[in-house]
């Protein structure tokens, strides 16, 4: 009996084992893959519109280097660019500016969201198994959290992007776990709660729909904690909101700040029209498949471990301290879906599926890692370990066609992608084209900051249209053509707005240097 216990427990070690080594080489793959896909493909080679939106975000960090103001008021029209984000998209992004070419300015920034999006999932999983040892079970679990980002489009407009929800994810996610691994089960220092409360009010900042982890932190810690410790965290939340936001107000001139960030989003209508009971049920829908495996994952735990004595609640979140992630989780809901359902709106804002994503892998490695030691939780343990595997097994299969092929396709491109292109262009003919999706490429090669497609539609579309004046203003001088990527052409008033104000550019042109761009000059005159 004890040789076979003995045979069966080798066997389950080289099964992690394996499993963790396979499984991790197919992660290097998809990172690969989807660290290039669409932002470093030539142009004509992608459909989507996410390389022209990733350097478009990406320009806002530039605004220091090149000085120019982030957010301009109603009445004082500027270049527009992706300006309805908090100001700490642009901070967060800072070190992409020491770049001195488009390419690497990208490079940089991708790096940057890797760092926001998994660094905090890292040190999570880590610590859980860094005392024991058993480093190979949070490798699995790592490894499961990646699958997860690749194969779920919010998560994986989240981690691969450059966007505001990158640092707004990470510093929401450190906030957590600075709670989280608070070992004293009776009170948290003070220290560790100012830092918390600073990067929640951080994540706010970086993009609006962070505000529940002002509501959700200080929940969990009346639930887990004394009322003392509860009020220190609000006033710590208060001090830190007040001082932040108060230095970023001035830095930042409020009328335009607030204008940009509030009062245009908030304009914003709805995708469907008149028809939201529709829209809203769709956001739901999709939100639930997103969430639908990592949901039955944690309920499943929550039905088996939570106590029919309601005195014994607290003692039951004390010991299950992953019950701070799921709060969080249900607490963005409602921010998830009103992100998705505005005009413009995407996955990338459903909040819920990270935090909720995260728990399920943690509630596994809890369990498969031994940590709960009371009676009757060796089948938990158990299923844990078992559930972990199956999970990184299943995506392993499910990913078994990996995108070699596409790799080595986009890579002889890499240095002759469409921002690299637009850039070159721009330096060799200043003021000719304007490029209304490629404003950092022609930035960095003129000096010169024009509005993007989508600036002045963001402001039509809340009600603060801008005027031709205002439009003409920032704009190439010597204007003789648009050029467009082809995604834009057939997207109406959404990919070119600016026929609104150019009107006559409606004839097409080819020029070879700009080959899979669309190119549109005036009509010639009779």
């Not at 469409?418 to 330096?427: C, D, L, P, R």
Request: hydrophobic share 50%.
């Amino acid at each position: 009996m004890l040789s076979k216990l003995k045979t069966s427990k080798i066997l389950q070690e080289n099964l992690i084992l394996y499993t963790t080594i396979i499984s991790s080489l197919f992660c290097i793959v998809l990172l690969v893959d989807r660290f290039l896909l669409d932002n470093f493909a030539a142009p004509g080679q992608y459909i989507s519109s996410e390389p022209e939106w990733n350097a478009d975000r990406l320009a806002m960090a530039f605004f220091l280097k090149y000085k120019f103001h982030l957010y301009y008021p109603e009445d004082s029209v500027g270049p527009l660019i992706s300006d309805m984000y908090g100001p700490l998209l642009a901070l967060a992004y800072l070190p992409a500016t020491i770049a001195n070419s488009p390419t690497f300015a990208l490079i940089l920034a991708k790096l940057i969201s890797l760092g926001f999006y998994f660094i905090p999932v890292i040190w999570l999983y880590v610590s859980e198994t860094w005392q024991k040892k058993n480093l190979s079970l949070s490798i699995l679990a790592l490894v499961a959290f990646f699958f997860f980002t690749t194969n779920i489009r919010t998560l994986f407009y989240d981690a691969f992007r450059i966007c505001a929800d990158c640092p707004a994810l990470g510093f929401s996610a450190l906030a957590c776990i600075i709670i989280y691994r608070e070992t004293n089960k009776n009170k948290i220092s003070l220290a560790k709660l100012l830092i918390s409360a600073i990067l929640a009010v951080l994540a706010v900042w970086t993009k609006q729909i962070a505000v529940p982890l002002l509501i959700s932190l200080p929940l969990y810690i009346f639930l887990a904690y004394d009322i003392k410790t509860f009020k220190r965290y609000l006033a710590c939340l208060f001090i830190s909101g007040v001082v932040i936001s108060g230095v970023l107000i001035i830095a930042f001139n409020p009328q335009a700040l607030l204008f940009n960030i509030i009062t245009i989003p908030g304009h914003q209508p709805w995708d469907g029209g008149d028809n939201k009971i529709i829209v809203l049920l769709s956001a739901a829908e999709q939100l639930a498949g997103y969430c639908l495996l990592q949901g039955i994952i944690v309920g499943f735990w929550i039905l088996f471990t939570v106590p029919n004595d309601i005195t014994k609640i607290k003692t039951w979140i004390q010991e299950n301290p992953w019950l701070l992630f799921f709060i969080v989780s249900l607490f963005f809901i409602p921010t998830s879906l009103l992100g998705r359902v505005k005009v413009g709106g995407d996955a990338n804002g459903m909040y819920t599926v990270y935090f909720l994503t995260i728990t399920a892998n943690l509630v596994l490695l809890k369990q498969a890692s031994n940590l709960l030691k009371e009676s009757g939780q060796q089948i938990l343990q158990r299923i844990g370990k078992t559930w972990l595997l199956a999970i990184v097994i299943m995506f392993t299969i499910y990913n078994i066609n990996l995108p070699i092929s596409r790799i080595f396709k986009t890579l002889p491109n890499f240095f002759r992608n469409v921002h690299q292109v637009v850039y070159e262009y721009s330096q060799k003919n200043p003021g000719k084209v304007y490029f209304p999706w490629h404003p950092l490429s022609v930035l960095m090669a003129e000096n010169k900051l024009y509005h993007i497609d989508s600036g002045p539609l963001d402001r039509y579309l809340a009600g603060y249209p801008i005027s031709k004046d205002d439009f003409m203003a920032y704009i190439p001088e010597n204007l003789t053509m648009i050029a467009i990527p082809a995604w834009a052409d057939t997207r109406g008033e959404y990919g070119k707005f600016y026929l609104h104000y150019l009107p006559d550019f409606t004839r097409k042109v080819e020029i070879p240097e700009l080959s899979g761009f669309i190119i549109y000059t005036k009509e010639l005159e009779n």
